[in-house]
């Protein structure tokens, strides 16, 4: 028992190691680049993307993994987690969603690639958060090893079976996360949550440590959803939209903490959390043209909607439906990303879209939520036995 | 009265996306785009200029967030309260700003004007410094959206009446920021400051936690100074002039903070924020052909001035002025701020741009302090009747 | 002796803007810029760069100085001495590799010198970590200006006369700035340092505040490799390499903290030091044609040998040799550069590179080592006057 954490990390990166020999090269397209032509050269697009990879490079390592920090007894676990999740999440995440989507050939390692590779990490750091304090590193390696191979699954079928657009990834990141996370804290209720709750307490100083996430996470949030958007008019309304739906968020979730709150007061809950679920909600519609005003009141939706969960569906879910959501995973990813999926079949009823169909974008929400759940349910128990 | 927050906050988030509605659009000059032109297209200009954006949005959120956590009971309301203002703000600055400089059309809402929209804020947030832990958040509300108003009508004023030149907002920004803040601090005086005294101490971790915030605005402020100057040469003057002025300025900073302290030890507060004053004072010159020597002794001075400000105005402003400045943001702020413009004047002399001429910027600079003491007197006043 | 510090620093820093005033100009490059060619411009590179530049900086300046707060009591002087510097180092950078590299005529400042100029710093503050809180500032101030000098001479060595490559700096950076600051701890040792030992430990904020370090320090290491490498297809494995080698090395090193700590918990010590070992390691290699898979490998075992060296050798040191390493440079450093500029060598041997010959790379790693340890032992006794 004392050997099994360090033996399976160390037998996963040899397993890595391998598969990047048998399955992974430099991108070759270099090779065709062409001095005289005036349109932009693959280098120079590699240099568009770099700034935006290491924004969002720096919401997996330092977002996520601040904004984990709140609880006093888990911060230093907390992020020290994260980290060693996301190490090991990027390298599986280049090997799945490279086989699935290289056809035989070998994965062409580029800036795309890179940028997938650090959004499949934040499926497994989403749900990371339902689970915060409930679970040992090895629990976590082997969440990171299965949930990343059902969250490619699941991007495969939305994006090239059912040709759904999901640019900000609401529905197959965020949706995906959230509910895979609650599945697998529902399973592991039944062992022994009574005893973290003693520890489940913040302190002025971990509250602090935690707006640093919140904080990066807010920031870098328009990078996240237009990384890998289409060049020129698509890539920058991405950025305008989320911009402004996450300003806008801002605003309703100080008001609606305020609200809720006794004595008028602000919760520090709300403010670490909610201020950032205009940029789950915007993610599916960020490219569309739908005007800022509409992104200002997605997010303005998204801001009421995630306070009044943390208000009054967390403590439900806790004591009706046996499931404990340390960070609140639900109020912030699952149901922005609900409303995302919604967002978007309403934009193309209204003509703001012509890259999917109504049918589409329900049918890529609900095998979103649907994988996530079974996923996290088959999961928990594999995490009990060690 | 308990409701006045949340409903204020909710009625001017459905204000601004009313104003969205009617006045904002997508930027559409990227409908010319031509392929075959070898200029620089719209879209390489947004991507050369989004990584400078981010790294001012980082500014305005972590830089003058965590530079606030430094009093040992307000680190949390002053990261919180930055927050809110900042959203509150730019969604406001792009509405005040665009009307200004759109001519009766639709605002075209593209990345210069949220780098615009995030430079507005700046105003507020510096005022903010000098209110710190004397002000609630209806208070705060109230003055972004007057602050952000005048600053509008005085950058206005300044950059197409009087043509007046201030790339890094020197004047526009810092100098008006400061003492807009001052002159409500004045104010807000006679109402009970004495009572906040005893919580006007930092702790060590506060301390450091506000070091995060120095940091990160020192090392973007090259990116602040640049954002918005011309393309090429100019551009590049402006980040390599900041670049070398931050430089010199800590030098000079930590050897007069030496000096006038007891012992000959290292003041923390003249750490956090004396160190930046070079990036203030270089500020309007910052394009400037003026060879990075000069912009060398611009920054010294600045380091010496805002040391020499800490150890012996802000005392004196307290006692004699009774304006109780709670960041010093006089010394930040406002005296480097009056620097930059009195540089430029310099520069101009000795032939070094041509850009604008000694009486315009003489009248910016005056514009910018006299509208805003005239600004914060006015301002002062309505916060007090709720 | 009161006014030594303010009054060195004065010095220097009236000294620096002589220099700068007679050696020192813009870069002119702007003026060949041609409107119709198809190449890519200078002004297009500068942007290119500049936000790989501002990755670099954030290292500089908030990783080498949040990962130096671990300690409970040196906290604030980490980040702060560590500001002071890099600010004098950097202009003091500009100098010295500016006349070596300038062949008599004026330093043209542009993009890759600031970038040259922050990493010339690196070496100064790889140093601070051997002697953290056994130095005083004036004693800070005069390594800086020796040890840049050093590193100055050393790299325009390898460079110049041994044509060796060294694009992530491994050996002239990392080697160097360990076995300095080695070899000056050595010297230290005798006069005093037990009175040190009862401050060494670490509190739980002041080891989340060393996580920001080692978090900004590990998500940025890609440009800090890849900053000044070619550009197009080397640059882009500069970067996918270093990503690729720093996350297998977050596994090995987690197992074996894990193996070589009292029942199998994590070392805060290793997470927040050998989880960055990769980035030193492949720092030789990352431009060159290796393979990601390969980079992988060279990750792990510099995580693993990390590890080992804080379990093991540290200790070892400290007893046998009488030398002092606080922050565990070697093993962060020292071992990894090492392990650089032999893999560099086996790749040379594998036919990976043509860029230098085996003999040329174990020049370079000699010269580094040795320069290194001859200046450190000079510069030791100076600081022992003051």
């Known amino acids: 028992m004392r050997f099994s954490f360090p033996l399976m990390a160390l037998g996963l990166e040899v397993g890595m190691i391998v598969l990047f020999g048998l399955f992974a090269e430099y991108e070759t397209s270099w090779y065709d680049y062409q001095p005289n032509t005036t349109q932009i050269t693959e280098s120079e697009r590699f240099f568009q993307l770099y700034p935006l990879f290491q924004d969002v490079h720096v919401m997996i390592f330092v977002g996520f993994g601040f904004l984990m920090t709140f609880l006093k007894k888990y911060g230093f676990s907390g992020v020290g987690i994260n980290l060693f999740v996301a190490a090991l999440g990027l390298q599986w995440g280049i090997i799945t969603q490279g086989i699935l989507h290289s056809h035989g050939e070998k994965i062409q390692i580029g800036i795309k690639n890179i940028i997938n590779a650090d959004f499949s990490t934040a499926t497994v750091l989403i749900s990371f ?143 670490q959390n909610a201020t950032l679920a205009g940029g789950v909600a915007v993610g599916t519609c960020a490219d569309m043209d739908i005007s800022p005003y509409v992104a200002m009141i997605i997010g303005s939706i998204a801001g009421v909607v995630s306070v009044l969960g943390y208000k009054f569906l967390t403590p439900c879910f806790a004591a009706k439906l046996r499931i404990h959501d340390t960070c609140g995973v639900h109020n912030l990813h699952g149901l922005p990303g609900v409303i995302g999926g919604l967002a978007s079949i309403v934009a193309i009823v209204m003509g703001k879209s012509k890259k999917s169909t109504i049918a589409m974008q329900a049918a890529a929400l609900g095998s979103s939520v649907g994988t996530a759940i079974v996923g996290g349910i088959l999961t928990g128990p594999s995490r009990e036995r060690i």
């Open 129 to 271: 958060g339902a689970v915060l304090g409930k679970t040992s590193p090895i629990q976590m390696l082997i969440m990171t090893i299965l949930e990343i191979a059902a969250f490619a699954g699941n991007e495969y079928l939305v994006g090239e079976i059912f040709q759904a657009t999901d640019i900000g990834a609401s529905m197959t990141i965020h949706a995906f996360g959230a509910y895979f996370g609650l599945a697998v804290a529902g399973i592991l209720y039944r062992s022994g949550l009574r005893k973290g709750h003693r520890n489940e307490e913040s302190t002025y100083n971990s509250d602090l440590f935690a707006m640093i996430g919140t904080i990066f996470l807010w920031i870098f949030w328009p990078s996240f959803n237009s990384a890998i958007a289409e060049p020129g008019e698509e890539q920058n309304r991405a950025i305008v939209n989320t911009y402004f739906s996450l300003a806008a968020c801002v605003l309703t979730a100080f008001a609606f903490s305020s609200l809720v709150t006794h004595g008028g007061k602000l919760n520090m809950v709300h403010i």
